[in-house]
């Protein structure tokens, strides 16, 4: 069963030392990447951003997908 996590969790932390073992929310995915909770919407509705799910009314996002979107990200700025 997953932990449920605390009030002060910093989700960058998290996404730095490991997968953590939930899905992300857009709230964490904002949090991560330092943007307003809008432009992961914006993200999401053009398709830009990291892969989403809908789980019921809810948005999640995989960790592992969440990494592997920001390593292309990094490695198409590098290129």
């Known amino acids: 069963m997953a ?9 960058r932390a998290t996404l730095r030392a490991g997968l953590p ?5 857009p709230d964490d995915i904002a949090e991560i990447f330092d943007v307003p909770k809008q432009t992961v919407y914006q993200w999401r509705k053009k398709r830009t951003g990291p892969p989403g799910f809908r789980i019921g009314k809810h948005i999640r996002y995989d960790p592992a997908a969440v990494h592997a979107w920001a390593n292309d990200r990094m490695a198409a700025d590098a290129a």
Request: aromatic share 8%.
């Open 21 to 25: 073992d939930r899905y992300l929310t």
């Open 3 to 11: 932990r449920k996590p605390t009030p002060h969790t910093d989700p």
